[in-house]
Structure formats: C-alpha cells, structure tokens
C-alpha cells in the first residue's frame, strides 16, 4: 500500500534539483531520504535564457520536455536508491521551475510537465498550486509558508528563506503572515556571473570586502514594492537585471564590491525590516534556502531584528529539505482532498484544493 510522498524544487537561482521522500502521519513526519541532483549547466543556460526571453511555442516544448525527463530521472533513481517501487508512493508535489508569475495578470508558469512526470514514473503528480491559488484570488506564493504554519502551529518559529527571493513566515496573535520580502540571491548571483566572473559569492565573503553605498541602497529601498502591504509576492519578472541598472545608472564608475555589497545589505535590511514591523514574540528565527550560508546576511539580520538563530526543527527538517517536504506536504493535502487553511498568507479569497492531479 502506498504510504510516501515525494516532494521536488529547482529554486530559481537553478543550484540543484532537489527531491525527498516523506511519509505523514498524523503530526508526525518521517523523512525517508533527500538527495540533491545536477541541473546542468547546458539546460541552466538554456532555462535562464528563457526566463530572459520569452521562448517560441517549438523551443518551449523542447525545453519543457527535457526538464520533465531530468526531472523523473531524478525521481526515479531516489525511489530506487530506497528499494521502493511506484506502487509505495502516493503522490510526487511538482512545483516545477518558475518561468513566469505575475499575480497582478492571474497568471503563473512553469517549466517541466506534470503528465510526462506522471507517465515517466508510473505515479500521480499533483501540480500548478500556483495556479489554483491565484485562481483563488490569492499571490500564488509563497507555498512554503503554509507548510510553515502547520508545522509550527502552536510553537511558533519564525522562518526566512533566502532563495533567489528572500520570503518570511511568522505568527502574530491567531493569524500567520507569509510572504516575499524582496530579492535576495538571484541579483547577487547576477552581479557575481556578470561583474565578478563568479557564480556565487560564497559566505558572503566578497560582499565583506566592499562598503554599502548608502545612496544606492536608499534609492533602491524607495522601490514601491517594499512599502506594498502583505499577501504579496515577487520574483525575476520585477527584481531583475534592468531594475538593477535603472538604479546604478546615476552612477559612474562605482566600485563592483561595493553594489554587491549594497545588495546584500539590500537583503539583509528588507527582511529585518518586515519582522520587525510585525513585533511577534517569537524569539528564534530558521534560516533556509541557499541564502542561508551568506554568513553576512544571516548575521545582519540577527543583529537587526535582535533574534537568536535557530538550527534544528522538529522531525529532523533541516534547512536543505525544508522545500522538498513542503510540497510533499502540500501533495498529501491535494491527494487526501484536505482544503489549505491559513488563507492570510496567500490572501486566496476561499479555502480551497491546490493543485491538479495528473494520473
């Protein structure tokens, strides 16, 4: 009987395929195994070009097809790995890799295809949460969060993901907020690749030796999405390349390790800045997402918000499965036709199934 659900996640910053296999019951959450996969560098180029531009209707389906083949190889070899077959596994949570989203235009897209997942392993595949949630009224993001709130319902904790996108999750009072507060890794990663012929800058190291340029950082803190009320999410669509170079184009000449370390306070402070504002009395803060090795991000949002860092969750979740299992969660919900409570953290105008089942 099939009793496990596999959860999977590309961030946008396209580091790793990730993908875990979880089991629930009741409160109790049994992590069996997760495992990090290449993405390629051929198909990263490829998807990034593509988040850039557009794709015709013939390059699209090529590219959407060779993320759906990856995608139930790498589901297929952790079941594998596991000596389980299709049959132990209920459901696979694809969230797929965000090609577009603009709640603002009801409309969200991703890369890989849920009925090629479905057939390449034999399992039901539950899908375009996104989607359904905007279709619903609500920003379609961030998902995690709603795992969050269950996780941490009477406990709470205060969760940051640094993804490409730096999001937060928290409880004031009754009511759970969830919600994008601004980039975070993806222009890091740009201004890395572009400026600095680095991918990444590991630990924040590089951003430690540059100055924060106050005025970048004051004219970039006066975009209108910061002073934006919450349900609200981002993404590449707005925080993205030009929105970087309309700000540093009043400058000349400005020294490389100064905008990436700009940035990364820019991270830092837009973060703190939205805990703080909420005054909850919760003391500990979980970092997740690649972000949350930038020791320099971590550190100044500690220190702005006066929190302590949290290290360990319940039900050995840690910072590097933390996605996978949300959509393994969020999976079960749909298969099990359990409606997402918590409709403040999306703002959905109804409790609602997320998700289509492909089968």
């Known amino acids: 009987m099939s009793k496990y659900y596999i959860g999977t996640m590309c961030g946008t910053s396209l580091d790793s ?16 195994d997760f495992q990090s996969y290449p993405l390629g560098n051929q198909l990263k180029k ?3 070009l593509h988040k850039s531009k557009y794709p015709s209707k013939k390059n699209l389906d090529k590219l959407n097809l060779s993320v759906s083949l990856l995608m139930s190889k790498y589901i297929n070899k952790i079941i594998t790995k596991n000596k389980l077959n299709a049959e132990h596994i209920k459901a ?7 090609l577009n989203h603009d709640p603002s235009k009801k409309r969200s897209e991703y890369l890989g295809d849920a009925e090629k997942i479905n057939l390449k392993t034999g399992i039901p595949v539950v899908a375009d949460f996104r989607q359904t949630d905007i279709d619903c009224g609500g920003q379609g993001a961030p998902l995690s969060a709603l795992f969050h709130s269950f996780l941490y319902n009477k406990d709470p904790v205060i969760f940051v993901n640094l993804g490409g996108f730096a999001n937060i999750t928290l409880k004031k009072g009754y009511k759970f907020y969830g919600y994008d507060t601004g980039p975070a890794n993806y222009l890091l990663d740009l201004w890395c690749q572009k400026k600095l ?6 630990s924040g190291n590089l951003a430690q030796k ?4 106050l005025s970048l ?12 009320l919450p349900p609200k999410s981002t993404g590449f669509e707005y925080f993205n390349w030009k929105w970087l170079m309309d700000h540093l184009s ?3 000449n400005i020294n490389k390790l100064n905008v990436l370390s700009t940035l990364t306070y820019l991270t830092s402070i837009t973060v703190a800045q939205e805990i703080n504002k909420h005054h909850v009395k919760s003391k500990f803060i979980f970092f997740a997402g690649g972000g949350s090795k930038n020791k320099m991000i971590v550190d100044k949002i500690i220190e702005l918000t006066g929190k302590k860092r949290q290290l360990k969750l319940k039900n050995n979740i840690d910072e590097k499965n933390l996605e996978t299992v949300s959509f393994a969660w969020l999976a079960k919900m749909r298969i099990n036709k359990q409606k997402i409570p918590n409709l403040s953290i999306t703002g959905s105008k109804k409790s609602s199934l997320l998700g289509f089942i492909y089968h």
């Open 197 to 202: 012929n680095k991918e990444f800058d590991a």
């Open 210 to 213: 540059g100055e924060v340029q």
């Open 92 to 98: 696979i949570g694809y969230p797929g890799i965000t």
């Open 217 to 228: 950082l004051n004219s970039m803190l006066k975009d209108k999405y910061f002073k934006k």
């Open 17 to 32: 395929v990730d993908v875990s296999i979880t089991s629930f019951e009741s409160k109790k959450i049994k992590i069996i």
């Open 250 to 252: 009043k400058y000349k």
């Open 46 to 48: 490829e998807i990034n």
